[in-house]
């Protein structure tokens, strides 16, 4: 079988906050983030995005230390991996591929090129499957694999998502639990679940089915959990001039207010790791709109970062996905080509009348419009846990 490895693949984020600008831009520069009709676009729009998001940005992450925890938590969690398999009789050497900062996707493949990997299992750090995290990350592994020989020589299988898996359901409930146990009414609080949010148009027109296994894995932690609470799933992180997965977190949150409604345990259901999206959006932006809706206690349920019972659950699935048929990057959904992603329909694409030559002025309303709303402050860039 020759040498093992795993490859986890995560999001990253800017390590200080110089880092910030670039990691926007490559953010950025991604067409799975941001979809425009003219692939010449997208370097420029990604520079003036995080040009001018930039300041913003890093006073964000100023206020969760000066930079993201992302980086060392998955090492941490690759070393717990890698420690685990050893345990129940796996040698394999785990790597990490991040998508837009260092280590990249790219040093990690040359890393694993370079020990002799032979078997690969390709395992993302997303629970639920969206073609904007898991899917953008494996375009981008299957493009290098296309173009070279040597990768080709490796045999690899996907684990594409994960959000069923019992271990994982378990360490996300038994989170949950400890944290209800520190309200005042642990059977009455209001389990909150907050998922990154996806444009509608995802899940219509390219068949993503980030919205379905959201919906199913809430449903599946509820049901391991296993006790009397109410509970809510809403998507935050919502931009651009475009129908986003309802219910919006800040309107469910003024929502539950209203209802009467004091205390919550908001539990981050797309996340594993902490990050800007849970330390300084919910915690700080979503408990500043609970409390204003009159909600007097705040609790959020950590990430899983490095729980032993997660962890146990990603080395079985591992050992598991070693002994079975390999699941290949044509068995994953893909983005459908021209698909419409900014703007739909009210913000139509395309030249107008009025527009006759493209003279590398922006002459498209769509466009304009979106730029407005993506360096406005109207609303937050964080969009899978970003910004």
Not at 166 to 172: A, R, V
Not at 174 to 202: K, M, R, W
Not at 216 to 227: D, G, P, Q, S
Not at 297 to 313: E, G, K, M, Q, Y
Request: proline letters at 6%; one cysteine or more; glycine letters at 6%.
């Amino acid at each position: 079988m020759g040498r093992v490895g795993v490859l986890l693949l995560n999001l990253g984020g800017p390590d200080q906050i110089e880092d910030v600008r670039p990691f926007l831009f490559n953010l950025f520069s991604d067409p799975e983030i941001i979809r425009l009709p003219i692939k010449v676009l997208q370097k420029p729009l990604a520079w003036l995005i995080s040009t001018l998001r930039a300041k913003k940005s890093q006073d964000n992450y100023l206020q969760i230390g000066g930079g993201s925890p992302l980086r060392k938590i998955t090492e941490a969690q690759a070393e717990a991996l890698e420690n685990r398999l050893t345990e129940i009789g796996k040698q394999v050497q785990v790597y990490i591929g991040m998508r837009y900062w260092h280590p990249f996707t790219e040093e990690a493949i040359a890393c694993i090129k370079q020990d002799n990997i032979r078997q690969l299992v390709i395992l993302p750090l997303y629970p639920q499957f969206s073609i904007s995290t898991s899917g953008s990350s494996f375009r981008v592994i299957e493009e290098m694999w296309q173009e070279d020989p040597t990768l080709r020589q490796i045999e690899y299988t996907l684990i594409p998502s994960w959000y069923n898996n019992p271990g994982y359901l378990q360490s996300m409930a038994d989170l949950i639990a400890q944290e209800l146990e520190q309200c005042t009414n642990p059977d009455q609080a209001h389990i909150f679940f907050s998922a990154h949010g996806v444009p509608q148009s995802y899940v219509e027109e390219a068949g993503d089915p980030y919205q379905r296994e959201i919906e199913e894995c809430t449903r599946l932690i509820i049901k391991t959990l296993n006790r009397p609470n109410h509970y809510t799933l809403a998507y935050q992180s919502r931009v651009g001039p475009v129908e986003w997965l309802k219910p919006y977190t800040e309107d469910a949150l003024e929502e539950l207010g209203e209802q009467g409604i004091k205390e919550i345990v908001v539990v981050p259901i797309s996340f594993v790791s902490e990050h800007i999206e849970t330390l300084q959006e919910i915690d700080i932006e979503y408990r500043e709109i609970a409390e204003e809706a009159g909600i007097t206690h705040f609790h959020r349920v950590p990430a899983l970062n490095t729980h032993p019972i997660f962890i146990d659950s990603l080395a079985q699935m591992v050992a598991k996905s070693l002994e079975e048929e390999p699941t290949t990057f044509d068995q994953v959904t893909h983005p459908v080509k021209n698909m419409k992603m900014y703007p739909q329909e009210s913000w139509e694409w395309g030249m107008t009348t009025a527009a006759e030559v493209w003279n590398g002025r922006l002459a498209m309303l769509g466009f304009i419009g979106l730029l407005i709303e993506l360096i406005s402050g109207q609303g937050p860039l964080h969009f899978v846990g970003l910004l």
